[in-house]
């Protein structure tokens, strides 16, 4: 490949008001872009022919428990208690750096390959350092970018997530000089922190400060479910002064009304993993109307496969639908919720994914200047085609069979519907060893016989 790429004649959605919606080219240089239009000169340039193709931003899941790819599923049917009980407590204690890196690298190429550009990796399964240095190995094996946000380790007791006086584990400091001393790399930083619903004061302060300290942001569960509203997390950051756009809280499903109020003042951002909150009982209802009401916009997250899917498809999809059905079946009380069209879902998965992420100026639109990650979906499809407008067939019907080519900051890592840097045979069998190595070591020993 040239220096130069030209993406010639698809249907581009730019995300960008400035540039909107258009038939045209757009001009790659190195890993930027450097031009969108009608028509641009491909003079020196490969050119790789857009027709047919609908161009959109490199789509952006700003929550997912990665490590976990492995075991996808497995708690389809289950109550959330027992995940709980069983993923963070014994399954996770007994993972080993093998495991960690076989669960980032499967999740982050069925990432890409489903057009997410940019994955947070909400790793909290820092057993050892070399679990961190596993887990990093896999993300930059599957050629996406990432923040990898570096949490606490899983044990066979609770000692980390219960009133816990444990502080952040200081091997962040080692990690953040060896791989992430740069910000302007593919593979960036940031602290994933119990918050108040897991630590002790005095110790889920100093977490944020060792994370403002290291330049990093800090991304934290809140307000899912029922035990966890008493607590009002955000309440307690704000309470302190301590509430800043540098945090991203999760789920939120049962956070308070004066809460939303604080995130939206403080400029702070919210994930939604849609596909897991519909799918865990009790959790509470997924408050975008709440969000929409503050001037709050969302992003959103794939979560844990262990309970969902992990694309944004999905979670555009379900999310449209679940709040056209909760406001126009008179569930919520809000008042002054916006209405909501289908192009702010793809909004979320990119515009907004970049914001919660610190990186609005490098990614989630096709705007000269940014970073060149974009995803291009066969518009002949047959779920998708005739299209009658792009953002439409996106958020209702596309799915990763329609993913024919991906760029990461201008590098082709999916083309033709093929990953180039992946072989999925070789990495599924891995992840079937992985698998079963998991499953074998938290097996029930067999009955002794009498």
Known sequence: MTGRLLLRGAQIVSMDDDIGDLVGDILIEGTRISAVAERLDGTDAEVIDGTGMIAIPGMIDTHRHTWQSAVRHS???????????????????????????????????????????????????????????????????????????????????????????????????????????????????????????????????????????????TTVHVG??????????????????????????????????????????????VSLGVHCELNSQG?????????????????????????????????????????????????????????????????????????????SDKIGSLTPGKQADIVLLRAGDLNLGPVTNPVYSIVLAAHEGNVDTVFVAGRVVKRDGHLTDIVPAALMDSARRSQQQILARNRPPARQRA
């Open 283 to 359: 959790m509470g209802d997924i408050p975008l109307d709440k969000l929409l009401a503050r001037g709050i916009r969302p992003s959103l997250s794939g979560d844990t496969e262990t309970k969902c899917s992990g694309d944004m498809f999905t979670q555009m999809r379900m999310l449209y639908a679940y709040h056209r059905s909760w406001m126009g079946g008179g569930h919520s009380a809000v008042d002054g919720v916006p209405e909501l069209r289908v192009r702010d879902l793809l909004e979320f998965a990119t515009v907004q994914g970049a914001r919660a992420i610190g990186m």
């Open 75 to 217: 708690y389809a049917d289950m109550d959330p208690a027992r995940y709980f009980a069983e993923m963070l407590v014994g399954i996770g204690a007994s993972y080993q750096p093998d495991d960690v890196h076989i669960g980032n690298k499967l999740g982050a190429a069925a990432a890409v390959s489903a057009g997410t550009t940019t994955l947070v990796d909400w790793s909290h399964i820092q057993n050892t350092p070399a679990h961190s240095d596993a887990a990093i190995a896999g993300l930059k094996e599957a050629g996406i970018r990432a923040v990898f946000a570096h949490g606490w380790p899983l044990l066979t007791d609770d000692r980390w997530t219960n009133r816990s006086e444990l502080g952040h584990p200081d091997d962040i400091r080692r990690l953040r000089s060896e791989y992430f001393a740069s910000d302007d790399q593919l593979l960036t930083l940031a602290m994933a922190a119990r918050g108040p619903e897991m630590a002790a004061q005095d110790t889920w302060v100093a977490d944020l400060r060792l994370a403002r300290d290291l330049g990093i942001r």
């Open 224 to 269: 899912a479910y029922p035990h966890n509203a008493p607590h009002r997390a955000v309440a307690q950051y704000a309470g302190l002064g301590l509430l800043g756009d540098d945090m991203t809280f999760v789920h939120c499903s049962r956070s308070h009304d004066d809460e939303f109020a604080m995130i939206a003042d403080a400029g702070a951002t």
